[in-house]
């Protein structure tokens, strides 16, 4: 007897130190849907230190909240202003550490890998990524920020990287390469 496979819920993350974009996704079989999506604008807040502790802070009420088993958050791309470097790369540690905290599957991805994942592209804007997600899923709400449409498609990432059997198998692989050589049938490529 074939065991069901178990609903998904995943947390999407799109760090940031003025906006930072967040979603959940539940994934069962093949079908996807975003429960909720939003920013937390960070701007206001005194310090650096205080963006960190609460970034923290709301990320693990979402957690508490929507109760994910997995957290997807973007990669930090490179920069030429090494100070903005710093400052988004603790964000994200911030995120990350909420996730760890409660116990969470955390996967990390490109910005590349994201964007090649949603429109085929690894190089499409922002724009595009929106675009296609508000096309492919219905949302929960009418107006929708760009780093909330990121932190979706960064969760729709990690649900369809899974269930490739690159990540959140029982069997890792190196590559896409080592997956065909172990997986014949699937792939019509030599």
Avoid at 70 to 82: L, Q, R, S, T, V
Wanted: charged share 20%; aromatic share 6%; glycine share 8%.
């Amino acid at each position: 007897m074939k065991s069901e496979q178990k609903e998904k819920v995943i947390l999407g993350i799109d760090p940031g130190t003025n906006i930072l974009g967040y979603s959940i996704l539940i994934g069962n079989k093949n079908t996807l849907k975003i429960t909720s999506c939003g920013v937390l604008k960070l701007k206001g807040t005194d310090t650096h230190f205080d963006r960190l502790h609460q970034i923290f802070t709301q990320i693990s009420e979402l957690i508490q909240l929507h109760q994910p088993s997995d957290m997807a958050i973007e990669a930090p791309f490179y920069g030429k202003n090494i100070q903005s470097m710093l400052k988004l790369g603790r964000a994200q540690g911030a995120a990350i550490l909420a996730g760890l905290e409660n116990k969470l599957i955390i996967a990390e991805y490109s910005p590349r890998r994201i964007k090649q994942s949603i429109t085929g592209n690894g190089n499409a804007s922002k724009e595009r990524v929106a675009r296609m997600i508000e096309s492919m899923y219905t949302l929960p709400k009418a107006t929708v920020h760009l780093d909330e449409t990121d932190a979706i498609a960064v969760a729709v990432c990690h649900y369809f990287e899974g269930k490739s059997g690159l990540k959140g198998t029982n069997k890792q692989f190196k590559s896409w390469g080592d997956y065909i050589n172990s997986n014949p049938g699937k792939s019509n490529i030599k």
